[in-house]
């Protein structure tokens, strides 16, 4: 409430200022538009300026990497970086005819799928318990909150230090427990790991997400189902699952493009895409190819592979809550 | 088909007491209305009726079965709320029919179910619809329906018209009560609106701050309310109330100007006693002696006028005349009550004294 009072108290005192001293002045109305009111602005050069902070983020973080990452995607470079072919898709093919790509698309796949299920389901039983009545569910929002705002790396090195086979609390454990647990040399256990490692970041942002729109839902409406026969299961299936499914799906896209791009960092403290490379999704292997192996336009033409995923998933999820997931 | 009995039921949130003890036995097939001013109970009481909220002590009975540690499900009601509470995902057909395929009732008899409560509050044509795509009017048509193809033992109702605009408020109000005469469902209705209430309920329970205070039929309530809050509450413009006096000999209410109103019986144990006075704005007519009053404003409604005066003492004075107005603000004004449309109040407690 003080929040937008304040706004709205600036904002008044912004247009209530005398024109010469703003830029801005309200557009008298003409002939032409007589009813027009809109804010306009007295000097051109303005809203260029006001853009340009924006644009060159956008050219130097974005545009440029990506035109350079294509660029190179269709060239061959000798070892030292002196020379480059134009060699056409070569790059891609090489890439796509790979065994060892086509593998780790398989781990990136199941690596992906696993962590946003796994992601959501939690935070979404986390969330629906949070929304009931439970003591502490203050103290609880807070605390699930907070992995969101540690560190990929970060929060890998706390991930090791329980899971560690020699110095890991929990890895201990299973060893005493007489389970073979070791996942510098088990591939399968490693990946397990950085799926729980990964997923449990994006619990607390998908929680959030789950919750704002738990309780977007009236709670009139659960009552009458309620009184209309449904128990608590039925009463989630039939109305509060369709009614999440707007989140639902923002939550999905984003949760893959967090697991196709954003797990790097975690991959990378954990196990560096070993052992072997059962844990080597694609990003990590285009750090590998690129960085490590220097081999810049294998790993150029795998960027280009990905940027085209990833805005595939984008433009999948525009058009679907334009659409079809809105029912109010 | 129940009756529905309410046995001293209270609730407190913590310390606070919201229901204090209230107790009340409805008919079968009776129209119940609950009545009082926002935040006094209604709601709270509804809803424990519904099995929606805690009941934190005494019993409530629903066709003989004491229901107070069932579900809302087993409960055999349906309830009508403020905002409709539809599905907001569901279509029209699908909101009435919820309730029927959970209980496992065959395909065609839901179909047969619904399209007789469509027929009957004219949604036809609106079945293949979102609650979205429909008007306030329509979501609380929708709502209807959804409690009357259940076929419950009572309909429970929280302010369904009070989303509603004031023409549309009247129309759903005469179709509730003539859907009400037609299945004879017994039915709870809370509202904080006395034409509401006067117009629907066989008999109304007014409501504050927790406890009834008093229970009667709406003719009832209006001749003989049962305190200042219930006299006050019921008619418009509110009852005029002047503090007065009975006199020595019982026979009179001595007012602060002077006057003295003869008691239609007298009351002789109470001579002496200090008492409220209460007189309808609408009994007061115009005479050649009685009350002299300043005209301070006059309110011409059409079919009746609302003059607001002021005695010599000060206290204001109400006055509901039929017709248009035949005086001015700054005219004086004598009028006078019939002898039997006084209402006496103990001074000190507000409860009317009988007789
Ligand atoms: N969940 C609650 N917790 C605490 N107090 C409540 C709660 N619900 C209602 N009350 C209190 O109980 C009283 C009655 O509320 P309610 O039944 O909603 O009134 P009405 O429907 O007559 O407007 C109010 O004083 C309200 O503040
Ligand atoms: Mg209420």
């Known amino acids: 409430m003080r929040g937008v009072a304040l706004l709205d108290k600036r904002r008044r005192g912004f247009l209530f200022n005398p024109p010469h001293a703003s830029p801005l002045r309200h557009a008298q109305p003409t002939k032409d538009h007589p009813l027009q009111r809109r804010v306009t602005f007295d000097n051109r050069l303005l809203p260029y300026l006001l853009l340009a902070p924006q644009v060159a983020v956008t050219l130097v973080f974005f545009i440029w990497p990506a035109a350079q990452a294509i660029w190179q995607s269709v060239h061959l470079q000798d070892a030292f970086g002196i020379r480059s072919e134009f060699v056409w898709f070569e790059n891609f093919t090489h890439v796509l005819s790979d065994p060892n790509y086509l593998d780790t698309l398989k781990v990136t796949i199941v690596f992906s799928v696993a962590v946003t299920v796994l992601a959501m389901g939690v935070a979404l039983l986390l969330a629906v318990l949070a929304d009931s009545k439970i003591k502490g569910a203050r103290a609880y929002k807070t605390l699930l909150i907070w992995p969101y705002a540690l560190a990929p790396a970060v929060a890998a090195v706390l991930w090791m230090f329980i899971f560690n086979p020699d110095i890991g609390s929990f890895g201990r454990a299973l060893r005493a427990l007489g389970y073979d647990w070791d996942y510098r040399l088990n591939g399968g256990q490693a990946l397990v790991m950085v799926i729980m490692a990964a997923s449990w970041k994006q619990v607390s942002y998908n929680f959030i997400f789950f919750l704002a729109g738990l309780q977007a839902i009236p709670r009139s409406v659960m009552e009458a189902a309620s009184i209309d026969g449904a128990g608590p299961v039925r009463r989630f299936w039939t109305i509060t699952f369709p009614l999440l499914s707007p989140t639902t799906f923002f939550l999905l896209v984003v949760d893959m493009v967090y697991a196709f791009f954003e797990t790097f960092g975690t991959i990378h403290a954990l196990t560096q895409g070993g052992p072997g490379k059962a844990t080597e999704t694609l990003i990590f292997r285009v750090y590998q190819d690129g960085v490590v192996n220097n081999d810049l336009g294998g790993s150029s033409a795998q960027s280009v592979i990905l940027m085209v995923i990833v805005i595939a998933l984008t433009a999948v999820q525009f058009r679907f809550v334009e659409r079809k997931v809105h029912y109010a | ?355």
């Not at chain 2, 929708?142 to 018209?161: Q, S, T």
């Not at chain 2, 509202?191 to 309920?201: I, N, R």
């Not at chain 2, 001749?223 to 002047?242: D, H, K, T």
């Not at chain 2, 009351?267 to 007189?279: D, H």
């Open chain 2, 1 to 355: 088909m129940a009756t529905v009995e309410i046995r001293n039921v209270r609730k407190s949130y913590g310390p606070v007491e919201a229901i204090k003890g209230i107790d009340i036995a409805i008919q079968d097939g009776e129209f119940l209305v609950l009545l009082g001013p926002s935040g006094c109970g209604k709601s709270t009481l509804l809803r424990m009726v519904a099995g929606l909220e805690g009941i934190t002590g005494g019993e409530i009975a629903i066709g003989g079965r004491v229901v107070n540690h069932l579900d809302p499900k087993d409960r055999d009601i349906a309830m009508v709320f403020q905002n409709y509470a539809l599905y907001p995902h569901m279509t029209v057909f699908d909101n009435m029919a919820y309730g029927l395929k959970i209980r496992g009732i065959p395909k065609a008899e839901i179909r047969a179910r619904v399209d007789r409560a469509a027929e009957i509050l004219e949604l036809g044509r609106f079945l293949d619809r979102r609650p979205s795509q429909l008007s306030g009017g329509q979501r609380q048509r929708v709502a209807m329906g959804r409690a009357i193809v259940r076929e419950p033992a009572a309909f429970l109702f929280d302010e369904p018209l009070s989303n509603l605009d004031a023409k549309l408020r009247t129309q759903m109000r005469v179709e509730i009560k003539r859907l009400q005469d037609r299945l004879g469902i017994t039915s709870l209705y809370v509202t904080h609106d006395q034409v509401e209430a006067m117009t629907l309920a066989d008999r109304i329970l007014v409501m504050n701050h927790g406890v009834a205070e008093q229970i009667g039929t709406p003719l009832e309530v209006y001749q003989r309310p049962a305190s200042l809050f219930v006299a006050g509450f019921i008619g418009s413009p509110p009852m005029n109330v002047l503090d007065g006096r009975i006199d020595d000999r019982g026979g009179a209410v001595l007012l602060p100007g002077g006057q003295s109103l003869p008691l239609p019986q007298p009351r002789p144990t109470e001579a002496g006693r200090p008492v409220k006075l209460g007189i309808r704005p609408e009994h007061l007519a115009v005479a050649d002696a009685g009350f002299v009053i300043e005209v301070e404003l006059v309110e011409a409604l059409g079919a009746d006028t609302v003059v607001y005066g002021r005695l010599p003492g000060g206290e204001a004075l109400l006055v509901r005349m039929a017709g248009l107005p035949s005086c001015r603000s700054g005219d004086r004004l004598t009028v006078s009550p019939p002898a039997d449309a006084l209402h006496l109040f103990d001074a000190v407690t507000g409860r009317r004294l009988e007789g």
